[in-house]
């Protein structure tokens, strides 16, 4: 396990080091200098040449690789180059917990909606009940995720102003006011995910409804409800379990998504507004956490797998 | 001779009906699959006939500024006086432009790379793995996100970002199929009677691995409109000259609430495309019997 924990994790830096480095020069030898753009209308090409300069652009490209690289492994990431100049680490941190927080919350609302919606689905099949959870799930995943967060805006957030349109407030401020600006978002982002779990619960329990230890629950004369919560259920899950991973990459590009709807400053929003300014540094260092949020989560969701499956061990 | 090798070929034909037909047969019998054609057939055609059909010039400012639907303006008019269903035509073309050929793109590159690595293992297998390993840690829309951040925005560019970030999936498809048909029989007898390397991955293998891939391929496109339209409606797409589905939802976000006519059919536009691709899929999946794909 451990063995295998240490080869995985060493697979997982070395996956952001090659994205990393990739970005890196991609994005140099691009033609398209941010200064260049920035001042072109101004013609001052000194003013050009000196912020060159100051960001370390006019030096040669293994020079500033080396010295970013360097630097990004004590945690600093250089400035934005546009505005404030604030730190990039700094813009990082604030927007870590926001682009989470949406995520979280997303998955949560995709629960809520899926597992009832799967449980119907299964239970009453063929029926109309059926019928509708199959024909909402195409739906859902064939609904834009910004298209949906428009509407929520425009038809809760503005017409009858129940919950707040854009903005973010941090959880410090108080449980109420975060999660209100949260839902939103989330239900924005959850809902394409909850149209694939519920598809996935559906078919799951059809499975574990055919198995024969569940004849012999019912042949014990168990309740309905017991039978299907007690018995059922929690064994149709575990291949729900097994997408968790696809789920997380799935809600975070919606996140990247619809934070820009939002105006929530989170990762995906910094990362975008970083490519429409061609802020290096801001791109670079929005690319490295998404990455390692990606490639960690991997990492997380294959030990969960042999904890909530124990026949899984991945000791050979 | 028995009466079964009497029978005319004529009547062989009949009694196993082509694959086509037996498509066809299944098509007619879901009722989703239907709709979905029909949606598809409609919207093709209005890309391909778009400047035909297109009742204005889609940038025309000639008109009253946000006009509800009517008679001369079917789906009203934007915030700048452009008409409407105009622009979500040639939002049509270049959406379907783009979702086919990104496709077939990733499909061609994905397909040559899994099949070289699985047909010749080796150090060519190790190469290709590691790339798709590299990128299958990332959802698609995410490279192409990572990819127009370094190409920059353009028709062009979204092409071959949204292209690059399907390709993993058709490559660890393509690889797997011919990892378990290179060790059939009439592969051995192939290279026995001396076919070379690349008649046997062409004419032996290739043909006996295109089920999943147009399965995985249907899906794509749809994913790929999704992708585009993302893209656009970010600020990241095709030029701002070019009405597509996504910019016309971004460009039209603060007059919704005055005028749903903005905010519902390009959202509609993109939705109704990806609910026919997918129904399609679902259909191709049952008739070509393949396993659920992968592709965010």
């Given at each position: 396990m451990w063995g295998y924990l240490l080869r995985r994790g060493i697979g997982a830096l070395i996956v952001m080091w090659a994205v990393a480095t990739l970005v890196f020069f991609m994005l140099r030898i691009v033609p398209g200098d941010p200064f260049a753009a920035m001042l072109a209308d101004a013609g001052d090409m000194e003013a050009v040449e000196a912020l060159r300069r100051k960001f370390g652009l006019d030096q040669p490209m293994y020079v500033q690789y080396v010295k970013w690289f360097w630097n990004a492994l004590q945690g600093d990431f250089g400035t934005?180059?546009?505005?404030?100049?604030?730190p990039v680490q700094q813009l990082l941190i604030e927007a870590l917990p926001r682009t989470l927080s949406i995520a979280g919350l997303s998955f949560v609302i995709a629960l809520i909606i899926a597992v009832p919606a799967g449980l119907i689905a299964a239970t009453r099949r063929n029926t109309a009940w059926d019928h509708g959870v199959t024909f909402f799930a195409f739906l859902g995943l064939s609904m834009p995720d910004f298209w949906l967060a428009i509407l929520l805006i425009v038809f809760?957030?503005?017409?009858?102003?129940?919950?707040?349109?854009i903005g973010y407030e941090p959880l410090s401020a108080g449980f109420w006011p975060w999660l209100s600006h949260l839902i939103l978002p989330a239900i924005a982002v959850g809902t394409g995910f909850s149209a694939i779990i519920a598809r996935m619960i559906r078919s799951s329990m059809l499975e574990v409804l055919k198995t024969d230890y569940m004849r012999v629950a019912r042949a014990k004369g168990l309740a309905n409800s017991t039978l299907i919560f007690y018995h059922a259920l929690p064994n149709a899950l575990i291949p729900v379990v097994t997408v968790i991973g696809i789920a997380f990459a799935l809600l975070m590009s919606g996140a990247v998504v619809v934070e820009n709807v939002f105006s929530i400053k989170g990762l995906g929003r910094l990362l975008i507004q970083g490519i429409l300014n061609r802020d290096y540094p801001v791109v670079q260092g929005a690319i490295l956490v998404v990455s390692a949020i990606f490639v960690f989560s991997n990492l997380l969701v294959d030990m969960l797998y042999s904890v909530i499956d124990p026949r899984i061990r991945y000791d050979s | 001779m028995t009466p079964d090798a009497a029978l005319a070929p004529a009547e062989l034909v009949a009694r196993r009906p082509s694959g086509w037909s037996r498509f066809a047969t299944l098509i007619l019998a879901d009722k989703k699959a239907l709709v979905g054609l029909i949606v598809l057939s409609v919207l093709t055609f209005a890309a391909v006939f778009g400047p035909l059909l297109?009742?204005?010039?889609?940038?025309?400012?000639?008109f009253d500024m946000i006009?509800?639907?009517?008679?001369?303006h079917p789906l009203g008019t934007d915030d700048l006086g452009r008409d409407l269903l105009s622009r979500l035509i040639v939002g049509t073309q270049v959406s379907l432009f783009v979702g086919v050929s990104t496709v077939t793109i990733a499909l061609a590159v994905g397909v040559t790379l899994g099949v070289l690595a699985g047909y010749f293992g080796g150090w060519v297998d190790h190469v290709v793995m590691r790339y798709i390993d590299l990128q299958w840690a990332f959802p698609n829309f995410i490279i192409a996100v990572y990819l127009v951040a370094v190409l920059g925005t353009g028709l062009v560019n979204v092409i071959v970002a949204i292209s690059l970030a399907f390709v993993d999936d058709f490559a660890r498809i393509a690889r797997g199929m011919v990892l378990s048909i290179k060790q059939e029989q009439y592969i051995a007898a192939a290279r026995t009677v001396g076919a070379s390397n690349f008649r046997i991955m062409w004419r032996h293998i290739l043909p006996n691995a295109t089920a999943p891939i147009i399965v995985q391929a249907t899906v794509s496109v749809s994913y790929a409109i999704l992708g585009e339209a993302s893209l656009s409606f970010l600020g990241?797409?095709?030029?701002?000259s070019t009405p597509t589905w996504g910019l016309i939802l971004a460009e039209s976000r603060s007059f919704i609430s005055r005028a749903w006519w903005l905010g519902i059919f390009p959202g509609l536009a993109i939705m109704l495309t990806v609910l026919s691709i997918n129904f399609l899929g679902d259909a191709l999946r049952d008739f070509l019997d393949v396993r659920e794909s992968r592709s965010l």
């Open positions: 934005s180059i546009y505005g404030a100049r604030v809760l957030a503005v017409n009858i102003s129940w919950l707040p349109a | 297109s009742p204005y010039d889609p940038n025309d400012m000639a006009l509800g639907p009517s008679w001369a990241l797409g095709v030029e701002a």
